[in-house]
Structures are given as C-alpha cells and as structure tokens.
C-alpha cells in the first residue's frame, strides 16, 4: 500500500507570495491533517479535514486554508507568505480521525526569503 | 490549551547505555501515542496506550502510561545507533486534534 505522498518536497518563495501544498493521502483514508514544523514550537496543528469537510483548525491566521477534495487529497494554501513561515509542513492521514494514529509523508519544506 | 511537555529536549549518550524520555501534562488524555522521526522524513507511529498504568514494550523500546493518564514515559536498553531520533509523543482527548510534544532529541554514538 503507497503511504502518504507530499509534493513537492522542497519549496523556495518570496515574501509577499502564496503557495500551494498537495498531500495524497493513503488509499481508503478519509481524515487528512496539517501540521507545521518548526525547530522552535514543534508540531503546530493546522486543520484536518474528512470527507471534504474541515473538522477542525488551528490557531493559525486566515492566510493558511486547506480544502480536501472528493478523492480525499488535499491542498492547503498560504497566502502573502512571511519569513515566519519558514518550516517542514506536514501531512498525515487516518482512516477516520479522532484520535486514530496518524501516518505521515516526509513533508514539504518551505523556504521564504 | 492542553500542552505536552517533553524532557530532556536532547540526550546524547554512548551505544550500549540505556537511557529514559518524558512526556508529561497537567492535562488527561484518553490515549497517547508516540512516535519517531528521522531526518528527512516525516514522523512514524512506534505504539500507542489507553489505559492508565499501561506498559508496552517494543524490542529494547518500553512505554509506559502514568495511572492518571496524564504523562508517559519511553526507556530504550542498550541503545543502538539506528535508535536516533527525534522521539515524540501526542495526546488525544476526544474531539480535539493530537497534541505534540515538541520532541526529545536523541543521538546514540558508536
């Protein structure tokens, strides 16, 4: 069985510029969720969505959002990037959420200069 | 806000040594899971326990959940070098996403 796929692997941006992350989750798994990476917070809850619905969301700004589409893949999106938003952005699936364990992809590195 | 707390947040020992990480909350958590992350890849679930005074053991690896289920700790016998990483732990509580801790750094040197 594939495991959780994320795309790309590394990301370079400006400040000021927006930014799109994929994440394919493993077959049969309906719960997709974010989190941030950072040497300093650790990992930081972004949202999580299942069956195209957020279920929740982090305490991050409007900047961040996500959407999950039909197929249960999932996108997020950062818009007017910061340095500040510099970190490993993660992916994880479950089959169902709520506390199920979660199976990673190896992330998105985020660089903004 | 429930908050995980991990120590030490780094430990390098010698292989062959045996060392304990802890995970600790002012917060109950109906589980708790722990997982390690090497670099360059994304973290990877080791076990996960529910019930309070719980032991688990994994190879050299043993978990253990406080009687109040509100903090766990992970010893390793004999550390080997393919055991380094970043160790994590997650609480779960019901109806609110995992929680992290922000990891303890483990180094195993030949």
């Known amino acids: 069985k594939a495991g959780v796929t994320q795309t790309p692997r590394y990301l370079i941006k400006t400040r000021g510029q927006q930014v799109t992350l994929s994440c394919s989750p493993i077959?049969?798994?309906?719960?997709v969720s974010w989190y941030q990476q950072t040497p300093g917070q650790g990992l930081q809850f972004l949202f999580e969505?299942?069956?195209?619905?957020?279920?929740n969301k982090g305490n991050f700004p409007g900047r961040f959002s996500g959407r999950q589409f039909s197929n249960s893949r999932s996108e997020m999106n950062v818009s007017t990037l910061e340095l500040g938003d510099s970190a490993l952005y993660l992916c994880a699936s479950s089959p169902g959420g709520g506390g199920s364990p979660l199976h990673f992809g190896n992330g998105t590195r985020l660089t903004v200069t | 806000t429930q908050l995980l707390e991990q120590s030490p947040q780094f430990l390098s020992i010698q292989e062959g040594e045996n060392l304990t990480v802890y995970c600790n909350s002012s917060s109950v958590f109906s589980s708790l899971q722990w997982y390690r992350q090497e670099p360059g890849e994304g973290p990877v679930l080791l076990v996960t326990v529910v019930t309070g005074g719980e032991v688990k053991k994994l190879k050299r690896l043993t978990f253990q959940f406080g009687d109040a289920r509100k903090d766990s700790s992970l010893h390793i016998t004999a550390a080997q070098p393919g055991d380094t990483g970043l160790y994590l732990c997650a609480g779960y509580s019901g109806n609110t996403p995992l929680v992290f801790g922000k990891g303890t750094r483990l180094s195993v040197i030949a």
């Open positions: 969505y299942f069956s195209e619905t957020q279920r």
């Open positions: 077959s049969g798994h309906r719960s």
